[in-house]
Nanobody
């Protein structure tokens, strides 16, 4: 079972930026889909941004397009989520995930990602 460890969450004001990080073993993500998901209290989990590590499509939720950027730091085996122009509605627990047993692009379907981190809280005040 792979271990994913998120960090970088916190409490910020609207308009601020944050960068979330997710450390993951290199063998875990080669040729896999990776993504960031979030869940706010009382709401369903939603995909924020996902991509395939061998190239190809990148998915962004409409609500974050133009503000968030997902990327992979190969040198440090770290998945990143740069979040700019944060809004109160971005407040949620953020999770990174890898499609560990599926070696292809799986898109934003959270139910097919089988490796998950413990989450990092992001709170944006107005």
């Amino acid at each position: 079972q792979a271990q994913l460890v998120e960090s970088g969450g916190g409490t910020v004001q609207a308009g601020d930026s944050l960068t979330l990080s997710c450390g993951v073993s290199r063998y875990t993500y080669i040729g896999r889909s990776m993504g960031w998901f979030r869940q706010a209290p009382g709401k369903k989990r939603e995909a924020v941004a996902c991509f395939y590590t061998d190239g190809g499509p990148t998915y962004y939720a409409d609500s974050v397009k133009g503000r968030f950027t997902i990327s992979l730091d190969n040198a440090n085996n770290t998945l990143l989520l740069q979040m700019n122009s944060l809004k109160p509605e971005d407040s949620a627990m953020y999770y990174c995930a890898v499609s560990g047993t599926i070696d292809r692009w799986v898109g934003p379907r959270g139910d097919v990602y089988d490796y998950w981190g413990q989450g990092t809280q992001v709170t944006v005040s107005s």
